[in-house]
């Protein structure tokens, strides 16, 4: 804007000189070479694009950590993603999934991690079925997988167990490293497809109590 007003000043300066106007063509030719001048030092000193830049981004806030898992610390509700599950024995029922920090599910039940992942394999003490269970806190996926294998290979499945109870929560290496030997040997031992698949995506709530819910 102020580089048009400059030429307009300088080409009225020079109309009105060539026209014998003295005065006139003085104010415009002055005019002019003070409005050049102007636009030229708003051009050599208005910001660049980095400093710009630098004065509008937002502070960083430190407190926020690169931790997939902590996001999800906490109460979670999970629901079945019916497209991608296969259900053969349970109900699609949402489920409560507490998380916290380490892999301790539920305050009683030990996740170990496994790439991006975390898994727990169970065997209960009572039901002919074998249960591995993977969390995936970078999308907050939960994949449970149930076998129902023979007579023979649940008395197998159930002698890894041994003859010490695995412990609920714990940070042990020793701990963590039966959980992983347990879900190693479990899948040498069970077959490649399992006979439920159920896929839960889960986000940050409470589930309701059953009683509360009726």
């Known amino acids: 804007m102020l580089l048009a007003l400059a030429v307009l000043g300088l080409g009225a300066g020079g109309l009105f000189y060539s026209q014998g106007k003295e005065k006139p063509a003085i104010w ?13 030092a708003l051009f050599v000193f208005k910001p660049s ?16 950590t690169g ?16 497209q991608r599950s296969r259900l053969t024995v349970s109900q699609p029922n949402d489920i409560g999934f507490n998380w916290a920090e380490g892999g301790c599910v539920d305050g009683n039940t030990q996740y170990v991690a496994s790439g991006t992942k975390w898994q727990r ?29 023979d007579m023979d290979s649940m008395t197998k499945a159930r002698a890894l167990l041994g003859d010490t109870p695995f412990p609920g ?15 190693s040997d479990l899948t040498a031992l069970l077959p490649t497809q399992p006979n ?19």
């Open 28 to 40: 415009g030719i002055g005019g002019g070479g003070a409005l050049l001048f102007a636009a030229l």
């Open 121 to 149: 394999a169970s065997v209960p003490a009572q039901g002919n079925f074998v249960t591995m269970s993977a969390f995936d806190p970078a999308s907050g996926t939960l994949r449970v997988q149930r076998w129902l294998p």
């Open 49 to 64: 694009f980095d400093t710009i830049e630098e004065r509008t981004a937002l502070p960083q806030d430190k407190s926020i």
């Open 67 to 82: 931790n997939g898992a902590y996001a999800w610390a906490g109460d979670n509700i999970c629901r079945v993603d019916l």
């Open 169 to 183: 929560c714990s940070a042990e290496p020793e701990a963590l490293a039966r959980i992983a030997t347990l879900q």
């Open 196 to 214: 439920e698949r159920i896929v839960y995506h889960c986000q940050k709530g409470r589930l309701a109590p059953a009683d509360a819910a009726e």
